[in-house]
């Protein structure tokens, strides 16, 4: 079955450090999509990418890249973690067409400390 | 911008109650509207969803009509189950082409009490 997953689950990390999330899907879909969840705010849009080399800021993308170099993959690259950037991150990934479905992956829980 | 505004939570319902969750949003044309679910520990999945005014989306007892002329797409079911403790997110999808970025709600918690 086509899936989506995001590595790792949990992650600690210290101010100033480069961390990197992971997010894989093989439903071959050229829509990907970043969000962060934070208590009051529901889900905000980082980035997201229609597909190879393509790539685009969301609302909330300062502190935040990504690259697309193949379909299956949408790393997110949090340059220098701040304590503000404590939250639970999810990928997700859709066709591209009208009102398509976006699936979502189980999430990231990361700390920056 | 594209905004959605969810009523404020959390919602307490014991089972078998009915249950109504406000949406309204703000959009520039004809934006498709969705409810997304998320169960505790997991990521978002689709509800339902509708995509032109006065389409209903109905899904595991759960429907929403989408209304044009009050820009809501209010989440209603009849007889709701501790199964559906979960948070609710309204979303709509502009229709300035063919891919799919979504503008969600803040969110609500539903708690079903047996």
């Known amino acids: 079955d086509a899936e989506i997953t995001q590595s790792p689950r949990h992650k600690i990390t210290e101010t100033g450090r480069q961390v990197t999330l992971a997010c894989h899907q093989t439903w071959n879909h050229n829509n990907m999509f970043w969000y962060r969840q934070d208590l009051g705010h529901g889900l905000r849009l980082i980035h997201y990418?229609?597909?190879?080399?393509?790539?685009n800021k969301g609302e909330v993308s300062d502190g935040y890249s990504v690259s697309r170099s193949n379909t299956e993959d949408l790393p997110l690259t949090l340059e220098s973690a701040a304590s503000s950037q404590t939250s639970v991150y999810f990928c997700?990934?859709?066709?591209?067409?009208?009102?398509?479905?976006?699936?979502f992956g189980p999430g990231t829980r990361l700390t920056v400390t | 911008g594209n905004s959605v505004t969810q009523m404020e939570g959390p919602v307490t319902l014991s089972e078998e109650a009915f249950l109504t969750i406000n949406c309204t949003y703000t959009a520039t044309g004809y934006p498709s509207l969705f409810w997304y679910v998320q169960y505790p520990g997991e990521g978002l999945q689709l509800l339902l969803k509708a995509t032109k005014a006065d389409d209903k989306g109905s899904n595991k007892g759960f429907e929403a009509t989408y209304r044009k002329e009050t820009t809501s797409f209010h989440l209603e079911k009849g007889s709701v189950q501790v199964s559906d403790s979960a948070v609710y997110f309204c979303?709509?999808?502009?229709?300035?082409?063919?891919?799919?970025?979504?503008?969600f709600g803040k969110g609500i918690t539903l708690s079903v009490r047996p």
């Open positions: 979303a709509l999808s502009d229709r300035t082409g063919a891919n799919s970025k979504l503008t």
């Open positions: 990418s229609y597909g190879v080399q393509d790539t």
């Open positions: 997700a990934s859709s066709e591209l067409k009208l009102a398509a479905e976006q699936y």
